[in-house]
């Protein structure tokens, strides 16, 4: 009889033993399995971008747009950056005859853009938003002034560096700005 009690003092031991190994261990494991990447979801809503865009482009009338950290691994066991960069890339309606009156200023000498936005590493998440059949036009210049706008605006909209493209026939303009908040 003493045998069979032996038996059990001993299975009440590893359980009692072993149920806080096993926690333990299964913490563990959770916080070191690595966090699947985190996708931007494409936003519609026009505030942020008429506030930050609307000073040179104007009134913005529709938008499908990305905004992210483009530093932001989706590790958030990590060590924060001291800097970040915030990248706003999208699709705009401009209100009727808007790209027009942009590209037909005379002193940003726009040409025809060298490429499609998709071939500037556009998302793939925002390919669906960009007529295949459009005729995209570009000025260094024109970016150049954005650039310096953005800049002149608030302080906590960052350090604007960006290219923006614009097809007249539908009143469109592509936009990949990067933020750099120090």
């Not at 003092?9 to 494991?29: E, K």
């Amino acid at each position: 009889m003493d045998t069979q009690r032996g038996h059990t003092n001993r299975r009440r031991f590893l359980l009692i033993a072993g149920l806080p190994l096993l926690t333990v261990g299964a913490g563990l494991t959770y916080l070191m399995w690595p966090e699947p990447p985190r996708r931007p979801e494409v936003r519609t809503d026009l505030e942020p971008l008429n506030r930050r865009l609307g000073p040179f482009l104007g009134e913005l009338t529709d938008a499908r747009w990305l905004g992210y950290d483009i530093d932001d691994t989706g590790d958030s066991r990590g060590v924060p950056g001291p800097d970040s960069r915030i990248r706003v890339v999208g699709v705009a309606h401009l209100p009727a005859g808007g790209a027009a009156a942009i590209t037909g200023k005379p002193d940003h000498a726009f040409a025809a853009a060298g490429g499609a936005p998709s071939d500037h590493d556009l998302p793939a998440a925002l390919m669906q938003y960009l007529p295949a059949a459009a005729t995209w036009q570009h000025s260094p210049s024109f970016d150049a002034y954005a650039n310096g706008q953005g800049a002149a605006g608030q302080a906590s909209d960052g350090i604007p560096s960006g290219r923006y493209v614009f097809d007249t026939a539908r009143d469109l303009v592509h936009f990949d700005v990067l933020y750099l908040f120090t």
